[in-house]
């Protein structure tokens, strides 16, 4: 992402999480079904809802914003 952190579908569980560069994990989305992928371009997510047939955004300001 912009901010230099890693974002991970986490598939199993739904969501799409941040891994900060202190190893901490926060969850960026989450509801979604069996999401695969995921890119951030400036301040906003993108994740492949693979379950749900679709690529949906996430507004998601860099931590200390």
Do not use: Y
């Not at 912009?2 to 202190?22: E, F, K, Q, Y």
């Not at 992928?37 to 993108?46: K, N, P, R, Y």
């Not at 047939?53 to 507004?59: A, I, L, P």
């Amino acid at each position: 992402s912009p901010d230099r952190t890693v974002l991970v579908a986490d598939t199993a569980n739904g969501r799409i999480r941040r891994v900060l560069r202190d190893g901490m994990i926060t969850t960026v989305a989450a509801d979604l079904s069996d999401p695969e992928g995921v890119a951030a371009v400036d301040d906003v997510v993108w994740a492949s809802d693979t379950g749900a047939g679709r690529v949906t955004s996430v507004d998601d300001p860099p931590p200390g914003r």
